[in-house]
T-cell receptor
């Protein structure tokens, strides 16, 4: 089955730790995105990538980092510089053509303990 | 600036009644418009999209949306609401320039009352 997979579903981070969220897609999509969702709020774009080895900052990139070494993979690292990382993180991908819809993973809930 | 607005944070509808979730947009050029639904602790699921052609677009789960160019709107509708339609709904626009990011509205929570 084609799709987009995020792991883990739940993640706990201690203060001062870096953690990496995984996002893998087998849809052959060029574009991939990371969003953050806080309770009762909409989606805020963290980073996006339109092509391998290239990515752009979104609206709230501070404290986060990404890589796009493979077309299928777009991992997100939440660094210790992110002061309030507790949130629901969503990864998405979309095809090259702008009239195609985005596909979302099931999300990773990150909690600072 | 390109934007999407969902003017209602929450919409309450009685089961069996018609529902409307509003969306307006501001983009340059022809818009590519989308609706997504999110159930609790899940990712977003695609419902329907407008690319070109007929202004009334039909999608999943009996939903449809009406594109109105003069009012720059793309309201989501369903003739008869189900309790299971209760969820968070997002309108989105994808600019014609593929280097531009997808723009999402802030979401509207739909409550269907039994």
């Amino acid at each position: 089955d084609g799709g987009i997979t995020q792991s883990p579903k739940y993640l706990f981070r201690k203060e001062g730790q870096n953690v990496t969220l995984s996002c893998e897609q087998n849809l052959n999509h060029d574009a991939m995105y990371w969003y953050r969702q806080d309770p009762g709020q909409g989606l805020r774009l963290i980073y996006y990538s339109q092509i391998v080895n290239d990515f752009q900052k979104g609206d709230i990139a501070e404290g986060y980092s990404v890589s796009r070494e493979k077309k299928e993979s777009f991992p997100l690292t939440v660094t210790s510089a992110q002061k309030n990382p507790t949130a629901f993180y969503l990864c998405a991908s979309s095809g090259w053509q702008v009239n195609t819809e985005a596909f979302f993973g099931q999300g990773t809930r990150l909690t600072v303990v | 600036a390109q934007s999407v607005a969902q003017p209602e944070d929450q919409v309450n509808v009685a089961e069996g009644n018609p529902l409307t979730v509003k969306c307006t947009y501001s983009v340059s050029g022809n818009p590519y418009l989308f609706w997504y639904v999110q159930y609790p602790n899940r990712g977003l699921q695609f419902l329907l999209k407008y690319i070109t052609g007929d202004n009334l677009v039909k999608g999943s789960y009996g939903f449809e949306a009406e594109f109105n160019k003069s009012q720059t709107s793309f309201h989501l509708k369903k003739p008869s609401a189900l309790v299971s339609d209760s969820a968070l709904y997002f309108c989105a626009v994808r600019p014609m320039n593929r280097d531009d990011k997808i723009i999402f509205g802030k979401g509207t929570r739909l409550h269907i009352l039994p």
